[in-house]
């Protein structure tokens, strides 16, 4: 089975313009999480779905950033407009999300963004 | 609060060494899951092991080793006879129950030099 798919791997863009960011997670997967990394502040959660519905989005810096599960087979992350500070690395991940059984995430190779 | 630390932010050793990577966490749930990634320098997360709460079994996988202590909030991560492919970044996480997200640690860089 293929892991978590991500697209693109990397993407450069100019200050002020519309950035998506898309993945698959694996199959039968009920959780889908995404994540941000920087040097300053490490790996941070910015939301996570379960069952396609948004479930906590505490993480989510600010409105320029939105997210969205239209299926069970695939979520968007959107920055608009896009800063030079968002400039990270943004990882997708799912979980098989079993009741009462404690699983692990699968990432998925992340999307390396840089603003300019 | 739930909190990971790895105090350790990067550890440089000669190939065959053994090394421990210390993970020291902070909840006050009493169910509780902590894992440990590996990322290695092609960027991808891959995960290594995982443990509940309850089951403070230290595990061993070929060169790897856990070594999981409630007393002292510490799940240790120990690499045997260390190999320059060991090289990467190592994150240790927490996840209490009823909650799906992970708390990730800061990350450990390990560096094995030929």
């Known amino acids: 089975d293929a892991g978590v798919i991500q697209s693109p791997r990397h993407e450069v863009t100019e200050m002020g313009q519309e950035v998506t960011l898309r993945c698959k997670p694996i199959s039968g997967h009920d959780y889908l999480f995404w994540y941000r990394q920087t040097m300053m502040r490490g790996l941070e959660l910015l939301i996570y779905?379960?069952?396609?519905?948004?479930?906590?989005d505490s993480g989510m810096p600010e409105d320029r950033f939105s997210a969205k599960m239209p299926n069970a087979s695939f979520s968007t992350l959107k920055i608009q407009p896009s800063e030079p500070r968002d400039s990270a690395v943004y990882f997708c991940a799912s979980d098989l999300g079993l009741a009462g059984v404690f699983n692990e995430q699968f990432f998925g190779p992340g999307t390396r963004l840089t603003v300019l | 609060a739930q909190k990971v630390t790895q105090a350790q932010t990067e550890i440089s050793v000669v190939e065959k060494e053994d090394v421990t990577l210390d993970c020291v966490y902070e909840?006050?749930?009493?169910?509780?899951?902590l894992f440990w990634y590996k990322q290695p320098p092609s960027g991808e997360l891959v995960f290594l092991i995982r443990r509940n709460s309850f089951d403070e079994q230290n595990e061993i996988s070929g060169r790897y080793s856990w070594n999981f202590q409630k007393s002292t909030s510490s799940f240790n991560f120990t690499i045997t006879a260390s190999q320059v492919v060991d090289s990467a970044v190592y994150f240790c996480a927490l996840r209490f129950q009823g909650a799906q997200k992970l708390v990730f640690g800061q990350g450990t860089r390990l560096t094995i030099n030929p």
């Open positions: 909840t006050r749930d009493t169910t509780y899951y």
């Open positions: 779905f379960n069952n396609n519905v948004p479930i906590d």
